[in-house]
């Protein structure tokens, strides 16, 4: 089975997140996609809003009626257990998720005709030489770029940890050719998506909520009546 792996703070989760993971999975046939939110965002300046509990629970909302959707606790903090199939909290001093080693974890329930695919948007694409291990992210899976207007393949490959890197020689060529189509280089193998470009993001989403002005257009119908309910995001 072609699995996928989306991560990310989903604070909130919105529709954004979710065109991106249904065009993934046309992509590339992928039979399951983890959502899996982030408790403790390593290479981010500011922590989410909301609690890992909130961000979870909305997740599940999102996710509801997409068998190939499924939301994941490979990064709960420590204090959570599942009980009955549902998040509880408890007190432990949380710790850093690494992709990494998230990866690692959920490889190893793996078969061995498993295929690992890790979904990110461009912007923090072209973060991924800062992350932990970047080189190795690249030979454990295959990542499926959400790209936007803008980039080029020889962005998108000059956005690859240094050892990973094409010379510039070999991808100045490219700085006309848009992000999209497969890019497959020693190491390395990128699938581009150049269809789901939506003006939608989390920050914008929380200053909307704390502006008092309506989201629906933004997020599913079932995570405006959370937040509502739960008073989130200055709502």
Known sequence: MNIGLFGGTFDPIHKGHLALAAAARERCDLGRIYFVPTNVPPHKTTQPVASFFHRYAMTVLATEGEKAFVPSLLEAPNEFVVHDKKAVRGAVAPAPNYSIDTIRKVKREFKKADRLF???GIDAFKDIPKWREAEALFSECEF??????GYSLADVATALPQKL???EEITKPFS???AKGDLAL?????HLLDNVNQNVSATAIRQA??????????VPESIEEYIKKEGLYGN
Request: proline share 17%; no cysteine.
């Open 209 to 218: 909520l704390a502006d008092k002005k309506p989201v629906r257009k933004y």
């Open 186 to 190: 020693p190491g390395v193998t990128l």
């Open 118 to 120: 890790f979904l990110i």
């Open 144 to 149: 499926i770029v959400a790209s936007r207007p």
């Open 165 to 167: 890197r094409p010379r």
């Open 176 to 178: 006309k050719q848009p």
